[in-house]
């Protein structure tokens, strides 16, 4: 069936290095993705997102990639620091809906190693 | 400051008991949202409003009961009758539908 998944549910990285956190979707009318933080006990705080018009989108140490050949969605976080430990998690708009159905994977739980 | 404020932070439920989660927020959006988060699982939608005094169920609506009649509040009743109530409940809310969500800071809901 259709999903939005992760490749990995866990994740160490040493400070300072770079993360991916990758996500794949399954359906190739999805028009819209969202990337999201959450830290234990709290709720998910907004990181980036990207249409399915691009390819890439960049913000503050982070940068989204939409690979739609492939239905492959990945968040890059550079130099990461201690304070990026949580989970990440990918939603997808999944075409048509009748409402704002937006589609949550698992999450994938990075740790940063100082 | 603006934002999404959820209340309260811990709810405690006897069997037999309906309780209501509060949601405001004052981002002056249209759409609000109730997400239920169960450990290893991803967010599930309960109910959905795009505007005042209209909701949708979302994927698992039994058991729960919404009402929206100001813009700014949508509150959740978790009632008797949602067998297994445990969860982390989220507010979320958007300008429009179909557009980016703003979450809540959550309320756990245990059963004594």
Redo the contacts between chains.
């Keep these: 069936g259709e999903s939005?998944g992760l490749h990995l549910p866990t994740l160490s990285v040493q400070e300072g290095d770079n993360s991916i956190i990758n996500c794949a979707y399954s359906n190739s009318a999805s028009d819209?993705f969202?990337w999201?933080k959450q830290e234990s006990?709290?709720?998910?705080?907004?990181i980036i997102?990207i249409r399915s018009n691009m390819d890439k989108r960049q913000g503050q140490r982070v940068t989204v990639l939409l690979n739609k050949t492939v239905k492959h969605l990945s968040l890059q976080i550079a130099a990461t620091q201690p304070g990026d430990s949580a989970v990440y998690?990918c939603?997808e708009?999944r075409l048509p809906?009748?409402?704002?159905?937006?589609?949550?994977?698992?999450?994938t739980s990075l740790t940063v190693i100082p | 400051d603006g934002g999404?404020t959820?209340s309260p932070k811990y709810l405690f439920r006897k069997e037999g008991q309906n309780v209501t989660l509060s949601c405001e927020q004052n981002l002056n959006h249209d759409?609000m949202?109730w997400y239920r988060q169960d450990p290893?699982?991803?967010?599930r939608?309960i109910y959905?409003s795009?505007i005042v005094n209209d909701f949708?169920k979302?994927d698992i609506a039994e058991g729960y009961s919404v009402s929206r009649e100001k813009k700014e509040s949508f509150p959740l009743t978790v009632t008797s009758a949602q067998k297994n109530p445990t969860a982390f409940y989220?507010c979320a809310s958007?300008a429009r539908?179909?557009?980016?969500?703003?979450?809540?800071?959550?309320t756990?809901l245990s059963v004594l």
Excluded: H, M, R, W
């Design positions: 939005v819209y969202i999201y006990g709290k709720g998910p705080q907004f997102d998690f939603a708009n809906n009748t409402g704002n159905q937006f589609y949550f994977g698992t999450g | 999404i959820q759409a949202y290893g699982q991803g967010l939608l959905y795009q949708q979302g989220l958007s539908a179909n557009e980016k969500l703003f979450f809540g800071s959550g756990q």
